[in-house]
Structure formats: structure tokens, C-alpha cells
């Protein structure tokens, strides 16, 4: 029987409720497929900031490292600037496991309303993989005459050859795995940005030229949003840099009908070290404490993590039983226009996965 240890940091908003729901689906699927879920939970983020002047304890990567894989809930909180839970949390583990593909799938799902005239469920299912090391988020810059009247902010994007390579290179080795449109569309904006953006659009047409089978096609950044809503049913895989990833991702989840359903994996795929699952929905503190943040996007991001572990046949019923839950339509949390709780939404998942 495999056994594999999980470090879970349920984190803030949202994120200590929607853990919980995802590690019971997910300790369901491992029961029913023969193998072991160890999790151990880090009590990471705003709380240990009000406690300790820091969101996460001296040799919190350290501490990491041994794991198999990383479950994240949310990191954010209204009372700290973003920046700091952010660069003291998330991007620290990104980069220092070089978890380089961040991937989000966007999946229209059957028994969800989409904001789309004339579009369909089931005619929406592609893939962004967001460069996620380096990019517009590399911390490279900083301030002259700080909180002066003349204050300066520099911010320096960085792109190496080698960073876009090998994200490009893994969009175009998972649109023949998903063996759909068999399409990498490529995020640019070489027009303005005439040095890192001219380096990324050299090298996804060398990297395209390995994959003569792929279908290819280059936008600027404004036209793939302008298209994300006039012909997202086109799209199959989509590489694109840091913050063009981003950006775009929380667009095709709207696309889809809700960000709450929006999974995401922060992957090293060469397996040096433990990727890390996490929403896209982020800590939503409006909502926090209430019991109605949807658990879908958890859920199916552990589905991932099970994916990456190894365990398809898992990852594929976990899936499968979101998919059900949407289709049928009983139970839904309000972001989909329903009145069902987190717990009653996780439940009914569990229990479609144990009868399927």
C-alpha cells in the first residue's frame, strides 16, 4: 500500500474552511483506492503574523521539504498588505521547490450557468499554464526617496531563456497528453515590452518547432482576454508569463461561472521537490466564518495533487463525483445561486464518490 505525507496550511479567510471539506473527500478517495494520506497541518498565515511578526516561523521551507506534496487553503488578510503574506508565504515556496508550471484548468461544467450568451456547458475545457518562478513577480527592484514627495518605485521583470523554455516546453507536452485540440496559444506583449516578451516569443517558435503535430497561435495579451470571452470554446492550452497567467486565469474562471470551482497545481514536474495545490479563489474574507464558501476548487485541486501522485484512478472518480454533484444541480453553495453550506457540498461529493 503507498503511503504519502502531506503538509497542509489551511491559511486565512476562507482556506480553514474549505481544508477541512477537501482533506474528508480526499481521505475518502484514498480509502477507497488503497493507499494512505498522511497529513500533517502548519497553522501558516495571518494568524502566526498577529502572533509572531511573521506569517510563517523561521525554516518554514526546511520544514517543507520532506513532504510528498503541499495543500494550501488561502493566504491574505484586509489587516496586512498583500505583499507580505504573499512574498512571506506563497512565493517563497514556489520558488524555492521550483514549482516553475503553475496549471488552471478552467472546465465548464454541466448544471452551471455561465455569463456567455449563445455558449454551453461542456464546450469550455482548457488549460493555463502560468510561468510561476520568475517573470513580472521576480523581486527585483526597489524604492528612491521611499515616502518622500519624489519617491521612485522600480520593478524589473525577469525572463531567461531557460525559465520560458521549459514552461513553454511543458504546455506543449500537456496538450498532447490531454490529446484534445492538440493547441498551445502563446500570451505575449512584444509590441510594448521589447526585450523580455521578444525573448519568450523566440523561444515558444523554437519550442513549437518540436511539436509538429501542435496547432500554434501567438496574442497579445489584450486580444487572448478579448478572446477568452468571444471564442473561449477555441482555446486548449494557453502558456503565458507570470502576471498574464494570472490575470487571464481568474477571467476563464468567470467565463465558467465561478472562481470558486477554479483548481489549481504549482508543480516542480521533474519531482526535485514537493508541488504545492492550492484554489485560485484566494482567502475571500468577505465571506469568511460564514460556512457558504464553495469547497469545489479545493477539492479539485486535490484532485490534482492525487494526479501528480500518482493516483489517476483516484483523481479521475474525485472528478468525476464534482462533476455529478454540478450536474445534478441540488447542491450548491451561492456563488452558483444556490443556499448550500460548505460542509453540505463536500458531503455530497464524499458520498457520490463512495457509490460511484
Aim: a negative charge; aromatic letters at 8%.
Amino acid at each position: 500500500m503507498s503511503h504519502y505525507s502531506i503538509a497542509v496550511i489551511p491559511g486565512d479567510g476562507i482556506g480553514p474552511e474549505v481544508i477541512p471539506e477537501a482533506k474528508r473527500v480526499l481521505a475518502r478517495a484514498a480509502e477507497r483506492f488503497g493507499f494512505v494520506l498522511r497529513f500533517e497541518d502548519f497553522d501558516w498565515g495571518a494568524e502566526h503574523y498577529f502572533r509572531c511578526g511573521s506569517v510563517a516561523p523561521p525554516g518554514f521551507l526546511e520544514r517543507l521539504r520532506p513532504f510528498d506534496a503541499i495543500l494550501l487553503g488561502a493566504v491574505g488578510h484586509p489587516d496586512i498588505p498583500d505583499h507580505i503574506t504573499l512574498h512571506g508565504l506563497l512565493l517563497p515556496i514556489r520558488r524555492a521547490f521550483d514549482q516553475y508550471a503553475n496549471v488552471r484548468p478552467a472546465v465548464w461544467y454541466e448544471g452551471v450557468d455561465g455569463p456567455l450568451k449563445g455558449r454551453q456547458p461542456g464546450q469550455v475545457d482548457l488549460v493555463i499554464v502560468r510561468e510561476n518562478t520568475e517573470g513580472e513577480y521576480a523581486p527585483v527592484g526597489g524604492f528612491v526617496h521611499q515616502h518622500h514627495a519624489d519617491e521612485v518605485a522600480v520593478q524589473s521583470a525577469v525572463f531567461t531563456r531557460k525559465g520560458c523554455e521549459r514552461v513553454i516546453r511543458y504546455a506543449f507536452q500537456l496538450a498532447v497528453r490531454r490529446n484534445r485540440k492538440r493547441r498551445v496559444t502563446s500570451v505575449t506583449k512584444s509590441n510594448a515590452q521589447a526585450y523580455g516578451m521578444v525573448l519568450w516569443d523566440r523561444v515558444f517558435r523554437s519550442v513549437a518547432a518540436e511539436f509538429p503535430s501542435v496547432e500554434t497561435e501567438s496574442l497579445l495579451v489584450d486580444a487572448a482576454a478579448m478572446n477568452f470571452v468571444r471564442r473561449p470554446e477555441s482555446f486548449d492550452v494557453v502558456v503565458a508569463s507570470n502576471l498574464f497567467g494570472d490575470i487571464l486565469s481568474d477571467l476563464a474562471a468567470a467565463v465558467t461561472g465561478s472562481i470558486g470551482l477554479a483548481p489549481s497545481a504549482n508543480l516542480d514536474p521533474e519531482r526535485r521537490y514537493p508541488s504545492m495545490f492550492e484554489p485560485v479563489h484566494g482567502s475571500a474574507p468577505d465571506i469568511a466564518g460564514r460556512g457558504i464558501a464553495n469547497p469545489l476548487a479545493t477539492i479539485l485541486s486535490g484532485a490534482m495533487m492525487l494526479e501528480h501522485l500518482g493516483q489517476t484512478a483516484a483523481a479521475q472518480a474525485v472528478q468525476q463525483a464534482v462533476a455529478a454533484v454540478l450536474a445534478e444541480g441540488r447542491v450548491r453553495t451561492p456563488d452558483l445561486g444556490g443556499h448550500s453550506s460548505t460542509r453540505e457540498v463536500a458531503e455530497a461529493v464524499a458520498m457520490r464518490l463512495a457509490a460511484s
